[in-house]
């Protein structure tokens, strides 16, 4: 089976992290999509954040990064998709992602959406949290690892 884990990790957080090496456990070969949209304002380039995520990933054979623009259904199709992960860190979360699963499944019924509900430790974390934090000169080191504390800290820091 082949999942997708779709998001535009700007930065990637110990929370993505953790679903990735759960599915990783889970499915044959999941492909985190890193999602390119222009109309995002966005701290790290579409090239830094899938090299970024190569690197925290490559001990998981099975998990490969590519980055996508457009509609994620697009691109689950054009990959054979069988599912769609979607991270849920609180029930606020789970009310847009239904709605988006089920635009998903009318437009794609092959494809499946499978919600993983975040570990307590990650729940309150986000990369828009992390990034504010950043920008304030905090430390981030609970948040995000070392490889991604370093390039968000230089990059807050050169403002």
């Known amino acids: 089976m082949i999942a997708i884990y779709p998001g535009s990790?700007?930065?990637?957080?110990?929370?993505?992290l953790d679903i990735i090496t759960r599915c990783s456990k889970k499915f044959d070969k999941v492909i985190v999509a890193v999602l390119n949209?222009?109309?995002?304002?966005?701290?790290?380039?579409?090239?830094?954040?899938?090299?970024?995520?190569?690197?925290?990933?490559?001990?998981?054979?099975?998990?490969?990064?590519?980055?996508?623009?457009?509609?994620?259904?697009?691109?689950?199709?054009k990959k054979e998709?069988?599912?769609?992960?979607?991270?849920?860190?609180?029930?606020?979360?789970?009310?847009?992602?239904?709605?988006?699963?089920?635009?998903?499944?009318?437009?794609?019924?092959?494809i499946e959406t499978m919600f993983l509900v975040s570990d307590t430790k990650y729940s309150y974390l986000s990369s828009s949290i992390v990034k504010e934090i950043a920008s304030y000169h905090g430390d981030i080191s609970s948040f995000v690892p070392p490889l991604v504390e370093v390039k968000i800290n230089s990059k807050y820091r050169c403002e």
Do not use: C, W
Request: hydrophobic content about 35%.
């Open 37 to 77: 949209n222009q109309n995002k304002k966005v701290v790290f380039s579409i090239e830094d954040r899938v090299a970024m995520i190569k690197e925290l990933t490559s001990e998981y054979p099975n998990v490969q990064v590519d980055n996508f623009d457009g509609l994620l259904i697009d691109y689950a199709k």
């Open 9 to 16: 990790f700007d930065p990637i957080t110990y929370g993505h």
């Open 81 to 110: 998709a069988d599912v769609i992960i979607r991270g849920l860190r609180a029930v606020s979360d789970y009310e847009y992602e239904m709605q988006m699963s089920l635009y998903n499944k009318q437009l794609y019924p092959e």
